[in-house]
């Protein structure tokens, strides 16, 4: 009976095994045909995996450049503050989907405030499962009127690369808990307050916020030991990653937040479906 009951365990695992070998290797179902590249210059631009440099829409003046050249000094540039830090192309371009180097683009700048933010994300979480990560990959960005955004995007960025394929659900989670916790707040409250802190993001005084929660979700999740200095690097990375939302909102023309821009493309409107015609 024993031999049985091993020989059918063994066929569920080989049979389990394929499975996932095979989910790994194949095509996502619906997958679109992408072409091997790019023609829009303007995709991959604030790509550090891709350019030596980014553009910098801050740089001084003629006088001022004069002034720092003869102290010996250059213009300042995001990739010259930020990249003494060991994660610093994740924390200017956070992969959240896709390989660094695959030639198509999509660029996610988000807004935490902004109820909308939510829905344009889900239309990304659904275009994504037409693309394989070697065509396309997905940034995102995060400049959010309330400041507890910068916290999760903070997040987001720590798991790309410490938690490699976890960050869209994060993302989702995020988004989603943020607007239910102002839902709750007005109908118990009768009004919502601004994230300012992780304290605000709650209802009950004895709620976790939204960011320590979901180090539990994590897989593995993050020990209790480390969570002071994974909330500290939270809120360093993602105010890395805010200037780099500041520069891209403004090379490409974005007037409002939350926006979505396609290979160099910033979309007028939002959908899974707009933002696959764009690449194609």
Same mark, same amino acid.
């Given at each position: ?36 590249? !790019? ?17 910098? &829409? ?159 979700? &994590? ?37 409002? &937040?939350?926006? !979505? ?20």
């Amino acid at each position: 009976m024993r031999g049985i009951v091993m020989a059918t365990l063994l066929f569920t695992l080989m049979l389990t095994g394929c499975g996932a070998a095979k989910s790994r290797d194949a095509s996502p179902q619906g997958a679109v045909s992408l072409s091997a590249s !790019v023609q829009n210059g303007n995709a991959n631009q604030f790509n550090p995996y891709m350019q030596k440099s980014m553009p910098n &829409l801050r740089a001084a003046t003629a006088d001022g450049a004069a002034m720092l050249n003869k102290l010996g000094g250059n213009v300042p540039t995001i990739e010259g503050e930020a990249r003494h830090r060991p994660q610093w192309k994740s924390e200017i371009y956070p992969v959240v989907f896709g390989n660094a180097t695959a030639p198509h683009e999509i660029l996610v700048v988000l807004d935490f405030a902004a109820p909308q933010s939510e829905k344009v994300w889900q239309a990304v979480v659904e275009a994504s499962r037409s693309l394989t990560p070697q065509q396309c990959k997905i940034a995102v960005f995060a400049n959010s009127k309330e400041y507890y955004g910068t916290d999760l995007m903070g997040l987001a960025i720590w798991i790309s690369h410490s938690r490699p394929g976890q960050a869209m659900p994060y993302l989702t989670y995020a988004l989603g808990q943020w607007n239910k916790v102002k839902a709750e707040q007005k109908s118990t409250r009768g009004r919502a307050v601004a994230f300012q802190n992780e304290y605000d993001a709650t209802v009950k005084s004895t709620d976790y916020p939204i960011h320590y929660t979901y180090f539990s979700h &994590l897989r593995p999740p993050v020990p209790a030991n480390q969570e002071l200095s994974v909330a500290k690097y939270c809120y360093d990375a993602g105010n890395v990653n805010l200037y780099q939302a500041e520069q891209i909102s403004k090379y490409f023309g974005v007037k409002n &937040l939350p926006a !979505v821009i396609v290979n160099g493309q910033l979309l007028s409107s939002v959908s899974a479906g707009s933002i696959l015609k764009a690449l194609q």
